[in-house]
T-cell receptor
Framework: DAGITQSPRHKVTETGTPVTLRCHQT?????MYWYRQDPGHGLRLIHY???????DKGEVSDGYSVSRSKTEDFLLTLESATSSQTSVYFC?????????????FGSGTQLSVL | RKEVEQDPGPFNVPEGATVAFNCTYS??????FFWYRQDCRKEPKLLMS???SGNEDGRFTAQLNRASQYISLLIRDSKLSDSATYLC??????????FGTGTSLTVIP
């Protein structure tokens, strides 16, 4: 357990509504990531953060924004949800020990956009 | 071209069998390599890192071939509890990790 909590675990929303997913970590890791997982695509990076207020885009960032105002929280926002954003969303932290770096994941959020 | 490619399977093997998965990656400068395990509707969990010299953890052996840009995972004496999807993960020289689509394994009694 890497101390990662995602909320909510499940969310059903309507097209056009804003949605915010939260990722909370308790171990002060610098790097945090948001991925989405869809059948046939594996996990794809949406955005990542390398520190407070420091974020960058990933492979599938269109339609998403992120914020990191505190080390422990990384928020993913869908400004106006679309059906194509129905997916499972995973937050991850990068644990760095010496030259070794590993990813650990939260439990995921199942988002359905109707 | 995908950064990481895996045979999706499915692999259906009897208990006690040995099964091997392969994965190829496209960026020759990739630095770190991993195998993750993902159970249905759960988050991926680190199974093992893959080191240049190869490494073993109990029934699991991982190998890296940098010249051919592939990674392998060998599972010996398969157990029912090994049934899962196995994800190949590669980290580049930056801050990004790339995932294969996963290989599905079902171990049959």
């Amino acid at each position: 357990d890497a101390g990662i909590t995602q909320s909510p675990r499940h969310k059903v929303t309507e097209t056009g509504t804003p949605v915010t997913l939260r990722c909370h970590q308790t171990e002060n890791h610098r790097y945090m990531y948001w991925y989405r997982q869809d059948p046939g695509h594996g996990l794809r990076l949406i955005h990542y953060s390398y520190g407070v207020k420091d974020t960058d885009k990933g492979e599938v960032s269109d339609g998403y924004s992120v914020s990191r105002s505190k080390t422990e929280d990384f928020l993913l926002t869908l400004e106006s949800a679309t059906s194509s954003q129905t997916s499972v969303y995973f937050c991850a932290i990068s644990e760095i020990k010496g030259r070794r770096e590993k990813l650990f994941f939260g439990s995921g959020t199942q988002l359905s956009v109707l | 071209r995908k950064e990481v490619e895996q045979d999706p399977g499915p692999f259906n093997v009897p208990e006690g069998a040995t099964v091997a998965f392969n994965c190829t990656y496209s960026n020759s400068a990739s630095q770190s390599f991993f195998w993750y395990r993902q159970d249905c509707r759960k988050e991926p969990k680190l199974l093992m890192s893959v080191y240049s010299s190869g490494n073993e953890d109990g029934r699991f052996t991982a190998q890296l071939n940098r010249a051919s840009q592939y990674i392998s995972l060998l599972i010996r004496d398969s157990k029912l509890s090994d049934s899962a999807t196995y994800l190949c993960v590669v980290k580049d020289t930056g801050n990004q990790f790339y995932f294969g689509t996963g290989t599905s394994l079902t171990v049959i009694p």
